[in-house]
């Protein structure tokens, strides 16, 4: 089942230049100088191009791009140093490994906290909520430095303690959500997820998308690269549209709401898409997707199922969450009353994120039939 909610609050003025090619040069720069580093494929099928994160740095997700820059910009802030080439914080292990990272996630951005921790040899404490499986918490624990627990606490409730934590011992919360005072790290992960966006823009020779459908937790990612297609394409932005899970629809519930505020998902949490099970949005993404999201819709367990069933089909291996932008694509050109509601037509460009891989096998296996 698909349910569409209208973005009631739409337009206003966002500044977006951080989001440039030009500030985020630094950015590349070091993603690009990453022994692990390559340009993750754009495929199309049909008018659907699919930028493929399964295949990011060897984590299955995308999560690492945010995770590293932001962990780069907090050590070069520590040492006092204005973004060094890596080689020149390699040469100070000594100090780093006295640094200490902490964060809570669902699976995919801890693993990237843990890899960029590791590799700049830091400590690292991932929390995880319940109801996450222990394929994820092994997968942060493999990734690189973390120390891991799944805790009994929901999402939100897990980022409250970690942030309490890290304020206890003096240690760098790493977090993917933003409120009132935590700014400054959301802020640089979300440019962390830049990076992508224009690898996908320079896939596409520059060629407008007439529609993006991005999935969202807590709407990092779907903020950060609605921010450099608002900001590439400033006279004519692509029709944006956030994808969440039918019972942790947090987008949905601002834009049903309607204040201009955010609201915190009233679904009973449950969904496989665990990427995508944060129950409030983050304010710095919303500032952004307000302005320029069109509609929100939400997706059932089922949806996404035959999205990573599709796919798989076409060689690409896709998680619970990392289908859903796709999920929505495939339904909509399957649906003329969703094509009607969506703006959609023969001309149409659509680009989605492939935001993970089998990041939990066993469940690919049952859901999809193989394995990848």
Not at 39 to 55: C, R, V, W
Not at 68 to 92: D, Q, T
Not at 155 to 181: N, P
Request: aromatic content about 8%; glycine content about 8%; hydrophobic content about 40%.
């Amino acid at each position: 089942m698909i349910k569409l909610m209208p973005n009631t609050n739409r337009g206003g003025q966002v500044d977006t230049s951080a989001y440039s090619f030009a500030a985020t040069e630094p950015i590349r720069t070091l993603h690009t100088s990453l022994a692990v580093y390559n340009e993750t494929p754009l495929i199309k099928l049909n008018n659907i191009f699919i930028k493929d994160e399964s295949q990011r740095f060897g984590l299955k997700a995308f999560k690492g791009l945010g995770g590293v820059w932001a962990i780069y910009k907090v050590i070069s802030r520590e040492l006092g140093l204005n973004n060094p080439p890596l080689e020149e914080l390699f040469r100070r292990r000594k100090e780093l490994s006295a640094m200490t990272f902490i964060t809570t996630t669902d699976g995919n951005h801890g693993k990237g906290v843990s890899w960029a921790a590791g590799l700049f040899g830091c400590k690292s404490y991932v929390f995880m909520p319940r109801g996450t499986v222990e394929v994820r918490a092994q997968a942060v624990r493999d990734a690189g430095s973390a120390t891991v627990e799944i805790t009994d606490m929901t999402y939100d409730d897990c980022v409250k303690f970690t942030a309490r934590l890290a304020e206890e011992k003096h240690w760098h919360l790493i977090q993917d959500t933003s409120w009132a005072g935590y700014e400054d790290i959301p802020a640089q992960i979300m440019l962390g997820y830049t990076t992508l966006a224009y690898e996908a823009l320079r896939q596409m020779n520059y060629q407008r998308p007439t529609h993006i459908f991005l999935q969202a937790g807590v709407g990092s990612m779907a903020g950060a690269i609605a921010a450099v297609f608002a900001e590439v394409f400033k006279d004519n932005p692509p029709r944006i549209t956030i994808v969440e899970p039918t019972e942790v629809a947090c987008f949905y519930e601002t834009m049903r709401i309607g204040d201009g505020q955010i609201h915190s998902a009233t679904g009973n949490g449950q969904t496989m898409m665990a990427g995508l099970n944060c129950a409030t949005p983050c304010e710095l993404a919303w500032k952004i997707l307000r302005r320029y999201a069109a509609d929100t819709a939400t997706i059932t367990d089922d949806i996404a199922a035959d999205a990573m069933k599709t796919l798989a089909a076409h060689g690409i291996i896709s998680g619970e969450s990392g289908c859903a932008g796709f999920a929505l694509a495939d339904a909509a050109l399957n649906s003329s009353e969703l094509r009607r509601a969506l703006e959609l037509d023969e001309h149409s460009i659509i680009l989605v994120i492939n935001t993970e891989g089998d990041t939990d096998p066993d469940n690919y296996l049952r859901l999809v039939g193989t394995s990848p």
